[in-house]
């Protein structure tokens, strides 16, 4: 909940920075999941598409979708599809503002997913990413004493994908595809945010261990995080004193650098 929360704030942040008040804007979602964030887009009266591969996904926000007003309703459209797909789906310059949420570590060619998504900003265009923060893998198992995860966060090599990922990586490759990264915060930095879903496991590279009764931990660490984002994002039940303080520490070194999850702003230039 809080997690979702915090996202959202950024983005509202952003997007009042670089838009009129009551412009509607174009907006594509790609990677609805529950659709949480492009309804809430939706209902500050933006025009909002999504793009999903997901069926069960899919269907899950088309009836979350029948319980929204008319008007809402007519403002969004949901696609099957995934970031590989905007070039099918649309024209260069076709969104002011392009969401691509905890899809990207699981893309199978990040890079070119990126530039799909430069395409179809509009100039002065807004994009808004997250992703996990891979570079602090072992802080949280750390934070938890469990030594034997943590340490073998620090010593795995860090696949392919992950190092694509890395911070520094990202502004060099944003700015060579006309998208130069804006400002970027930490999400979820004391934990009350929880980690990223779905990605690669905390030990990156490592071979995945196993609790005591079996469960596989990777697969018991996703079950809690999707828990956590298969919200609303709804301001009126979320913790206030908690997203203050994470909200703070998401804008302030060293804070945000050893949060789970990086949100990441680039304008289309």
Known sequence: MIRQELVARQLEE???AHFEVGRRLRVLDVGLSDGAQALRLARWGHEVTGLEADP???AAVGAALEQEPEGIRARFRALAGSGQDTGAHFLP???DVVLCHDVLDQARDPDSTLAGLARVLDDGGLLS??????TARAMRPGLAGDWQAARAALTAEPAEGERFLRLETLTSFLSRIGVPMERWYGVGVFGAGGAPTGGASAAGGAETAEAPDGTDTAQAAHTADTADTADTANPDTVDEAAVDAEERAGRLDPYRGVAPSLHLFGVRS
């Open 14 to 16: 952003r997007i009042a």
């Open 56 to 58: 069960r996904k899919l």
């Open 93 to 95: 310059g076709a969104f």
């Open 129 to 134: 990413l997250v992703i996990p923060n891979v």
